[in-house]
């Protein structure tokens, strides 16, 4: 069952997004454990969702190919679209369709057909690997191959000693262009920063600069946040570590009863809030909605980063049982990093809300009847 909601959920968090050339209904293949190996000759029908520590794939996904792994090697050939999240990544295969990563360490040496986004703290493209696009945010930034589109890249330092077939796009602070480096349209890179152009480099449009909105403050405003609401779920944990257990040790989420709630927390709240307080006999009710809407505004996500992690956990470590804090915290990480992924990062932003809404709505308003408990795992 775990699985099973597992998979729900990271179909409803992708499904809305033109990543995936098949439809959601799609049969998929599962595999979990340590370490998962796909042997080279072997094929994979259809899709292919894989959860491990270790995974290495040297044949064939003749499908979408969907990984949760520490570190992840593909040397085959995915006929479908690649959407992971990894420690580090390192494909020398061929992905047939689009490519998101979210992976701290990433090693492109091998065919993406397709677009090409991800996110992470090092990103090395080496001088075989080719993208149809590339959309990056990455700390680090090598490029020496071949992107036959146009290219965006954010981050602090850009290296391109490759080819760029249409226009590129730099956000970072350092940015090298060497002699052998081609770009086939314009080159942008901010206001404030001086690149290093050594001779030879050729551009096939203009070389113009832009100007970026300075947001250290809004950054650093957000992290803390993220933090305190970390902190703030922790203690929440802790005071009342009954009625969480409660929560976890349940058999079944009732996911039309939070999806329901989820959405109408976030949309008919405010509506229903300021229709009652505009009626003088309504009053009270409109303040009592205005708060509980305030409520789910500030800390509503917070009930997601508990059932992200003991899904995800219990996927891992079915025998072993994890503490609360341990599980809440993984999994508020996990979605602050899934949210980076670029397209789909809000969609990861908008259904955490939901589902987190309808947690903490169910979590205050059903908590006294034992058979309406909720599991989160």
Request: charged fraction near 15%; charge should be positive; aromatic fraction near 12%.
């Amino acid at each position: 069952m775990k699985k099973v909601c597992l998979i729900l959920l990271i179909i409803l968090l992708s499904g809305f997004t033109p990543f995936f050339s098949k439809p959601v209904a799609a049969s998929w293949t599962t595999l979990a454990g340590n370490e998962v190996y796909v042997r080279e000759g072997e094929v994979t029908e259809g899709d292919l969702w894989v959860m491990a520590r270790s995974v290495e794939i040297k044949g064939r996904i003749k499908g979408d190919l969907l990984v949760f792994a520490e570190d992840l090697k593909i040397s085959g050939q995915v006929d479908g679209a690649l959407l992971g999240l990894a420690g580090r990544t390192e494909l020398s295969g061929e992905i047939l369709g689009n490519l998101r990563m979210a992976s701290m360490f990433t090693k492109i040496d091998g065919l993406v057909a397709g677009n090409f986004s991800a996110v992470g703290t090092e990103l090395l493209f080496g001088p075989k690997a080719t993208a149809s696009s590339l959309l990056a945010w990455f700390t680090l930034t090598n490029i020496a191959g071949e992107i036959k589109e146009a290219a965006v890249v954010k981050g602090n330092i850009f290296n391109l000693t490759g080819k760029i077939g249409e226009d590129l796009k730099i956000g970072a602070t350092k940015v090298n262009i060497s002699e052998n480096a081609r770009i086939g349209g314009d080159f942008l890179y901010p206001v404030g920063v001086e690149p290093v152009l050594e001779p030879g480099f050729r551009v096939g449009g203009k070389i113009n600069k832009f100007q970026t909105a300075p947001a250290p403050g809004a950054t650093a405003f957000k992290g803390l946040w993220f933090l305190g609401g970390l902190l703030l779920g922790v203690v929440w944990l802790l005071i009342f570590p009954r009625r969480w257990a409660e929560i976890i040790s349940a058999s079944s989420l009732p996911w039309r009863r939070i999806i329901v709630l989820g959405i109408g927390g976030l949309f008919l709240l405010p509506l229903l809030s300021l229709l009652f307080s505009v009626m003088l006999i309504g009053l009270p009710l409109g303040i009592c909605l205005l708060v509980i809407f305030l409520i789910l505004l500030f800390f509503g996500e917070l009930p997601s980063y508990l059932l992200v992690g003991r899904l995800l956990f219990g996927s891992l470590q079915r025998k072993r049982k994890a503490h609360p804090v341990f599980l809440f915290v993984a999994g508020g990480f996990i979605l602050a990093f899934l949210k980076f992924l670029p397209y789909i990062g809000f969609i990861f932003m908008f259904v955490s809300k939901i589902l987190g809404n309808g947690l903490l709505l169910s979590y205050l308003f059903f908590s006294r009847n034992p058979s309406k408990t909720i599991e989160v795992g």
